[in-house]
């Protein structure tokens, strides 16, 4: 069974970067999607972007963050990373990573439900929190 951890959290100051990670284990590298959401207090969770680790294609889902995060992925460590550039405040909450077995990045065409996110994505790890200070 695919487990997934979720690391790199942390504090940060209005504008600056950080990493974060997401170990994938118990499966097979190449046979999963990888996306990462995230969930503010009160809010509903967001769906950022997601990349297919077989041939590494992305698919963005939030435009607030295209510009500003890169994911990316490293077989050999079984990671899929989430490069955060220019954060803002308004970027703060807990961060998730989750998996999506066989299929590429679901296609997504108007906004991403908490329903559908959990239909796309089955298996997710625990969070790693984010706050930028203003």
């Known amino acids: 069974e695919v487990q997934l951890q979720a690391s790199g959290g942390g504090l940060v100051q209005n504008g600056g970067s950080l990493r974060l990670s997401c170990v994938v284990s118990g499966a097979n590298f190449d046979d999963y999607s990888i996306g990462w959401f995230r969930q503010a207090p009160g809010k509903e969770r967001e769906g950022l972007v997601c990349?297919?680790?077989?041939?590494?294609?992305?698919?963005y889902y939030s435009d607030s963050v295209k510009a500003r995060f890169t994911i990316s992925s490293e077989k050999a460590k079984n990671t899929v990373y989430l490069q955060m550039n220019n954060l803002k405040p308004e970027d703060t909450a807990t961060y998730y990573c989750?998996?999506?077995?066989?299929?590429?990045?679901?296609?997504?065409?108007?906004?991403?439900?908490?329903?559908?996110?959990?239909?796309?994505?089955?298996?997710w790890g625990p969070g790693t929190q984010v706050t930028v200070s203003s």
């Open positions: 990349i297919s680790n077989s041939d590494g294609d992305t698919d």
């Open positions: 989750a998996s999506r077995y066989w299929f590429g990045c679901p296609y997504v065409t108007s906004t991403y439900s908490y329903a559908q996110q959990d239909e796309d994505f089955r298996s």
